[in-house]
């Protein structure tokens, strides 16, 4: 198969890892009934934090130090470890004030965004457009060389393989395991679960966190890894909002999630390639206006958002055989949890 081809999808996955990782997150925190409506500003946050932590580390408190030294994977660990606090506190103010003052988790969610993008550009600004460690590739033995996948899948960092092991990780706690089970069941009917036993605001409270913390790690992917560094505005300005989409999009199901996340990706790819060296038709080569490259990959989710949300899916499932229905219509289920975005009180 063409290199350039397999180099490319190999660049979407990569690309798409910080939205993997943050839209497992959200669906962790979302399917406990709880909505994280401050995943942009944890991402533009935590991002900072990391890079800033990874920075000093591996080159000392000296923002103007360029040499690389020794200490730069110590400086990585640390940034990714920093950045997982930052976000795993941020989701701990709205686990606190949804499950403990009872204040709605959108507004809350949505101040907080605004606070963090803001307080990151302020603490981050020495540190914008500096050099700083970045995490390296690392192919898996063997793996490597199997034809088509290894290019594409296993010649990658670890932050990409680790979105492998969360999506399917998690596709395998909520669905194969009872704890999974009560998870599902909290976001679900948490009334049910507690008069089964279930402690329904302390694994909110479990869950939100954890959320949070794997925001964090996507926001140090983005600064470590996909668009090193900070910049002001930044480079992640607007993928929260994406990730919360791709929550909706892929049906609160791991597997939907990471398919969201690379169709996502792979539009922006296709929309720079275009803006770069334009769109051949019929041996004409058609220039595009670069902000309306720009919005496409935004004007295909939200097409595919209203598809979903219409019933528009469900209309064309009717036309087709009743065992090919059932079946699709189990893989496309995209009802949201039934109790997300509400408060539980125990009477």
Do not use: C
């Not at 791991?254 to 051949?280: C, H, M, T």
């Not at 209309?315 to 975005?341: C, N, T």
């Amino acid at each position: 198969m063409n290199v350039e081809f397999l180099n490319t999808l190999a660049s979407v996955v990569a690309n798409a890892t910080p939205l993997v990782i943050a839209s497992i997150g959200e669906t962790i925190t979302e399917r406990a009934g709880v909505i994280n409506l401050s995943l942009n500003g944890s991402l533009i946050v935590t991002a900072m934090a990391g890079f800033i932590a990874a920075r000093v580390i591996s080159f000392g408190v000296d923002v103007d130090a360029i040499d690389m030294i020794a200490s730069a994977e110590a400086g990585l660990i640390g940034g990714v470890v920093v950045a997982m606090l930052v976000g795993a506190l941020v989701a701990l103010i709205i686990a606190l004030s949804s499950i403990e003052l009872r204040l709605d988790q959108v507004t809350v969610g949505f101040i907080l965004t605004l606070l963090m993008a803001d307080l990151a550009q302020f603490l981050g600004q020495e540190y914008t457009r500096i050099p700083g460690p970045v995490v390296p590739k690392w192919p898996v033995p063997l793996l490597q060389d199997l034809p088509l996948l290894g290019p594409v899948f296993f010649q990658q960092n670890v932050l990409v393989y680790l979105s492998y092991v969360l999506v399917i990780g998690l596709w395998f706690w909520l669905f194969r395991t009872r704890p999974g089970m009560a998870h599902r069941a909290i976001g679900e009917r948490p009334e049910a679960a507690y008069a089964r036993g279930t402690n329904v605001n302390r694994l909110r409270y479990v869950y939100v966190v954890l959320g949070g913390a794997l925001v964090g790690v996507a926001g140090g992917a983005y600064s470590l890894h996909f668009k090193p560094g900070l910049s002001n505005p930044p480079a992640m300005q607007g993928d929260g909002w994406i990730a919360l989409a791709i929550v909706i999009f892929g049906g609160w199901h791991p597997f939907r999630v990471v398919v969201g996340a690379w169709l996502f990706a792979a539009l922006r790819a296709v929309s720079s390639d275009i803006q770069k060296n334009g769109l051949a038709v019929l041996g004409q080569t058609i220039e595009f206006n670069f902000v309306l490259l720009n919005g496409l990959p935004w004007l295909m989710l939200i097409v595919t958002l209203l598809l979903v949300s219409s019933g528009a899916i469900e209309r064309l499932l009717l036309l087709l055989p009743g065992p090919v229905q059932r079946r699709m219509r189990s893989v496309l289920r995209s009802d949201p949890p039934r109790a997300i975005g509400t408060t539980f009180e125990v009477d």
